[in-house]
């Protein structure tokens, strides 16, 4: 993440991006994924969801 003021930003500085490079292993970081599941994304969003939904409901009966 670069630093700098909202003054810097204005002025065309790259305030608050984050910068991406390639790690040499056993050097921390994140790992950025390059490819997505979409199925599979959408598939946990909408249980989680569900669970979420049915959780809520259970507990406005008591």
């Known amino acids: 993440m670069t630093n700098g003021s909202f003054a810097d930003a204005k ?3 790259h305030t608050g991006r984050t910068l991406v ?3 040499q292993p056993g050097e921390l ?3 950025i994924p390059r490819d997505l599941d ?3 994304f ?3 969003v909408e249980n989680c969801l569900t669970r ?3 959780s809520y ?3 406005q009966w008591v």
């Open 11 to 13: 002025a065309g500085a």
């Open 21 to 23: 490079k390639l790690l």
């Open 29 to 31: 970081g994140v790992r």
């Open 38 to 40: 979409i199925e599979a």
């Open 42 to 44: 959408w598939s946990t």
């Open 52 to 54: 979420a939904l049915e």
């Open 57 to 59: 409901l259970e507990f």
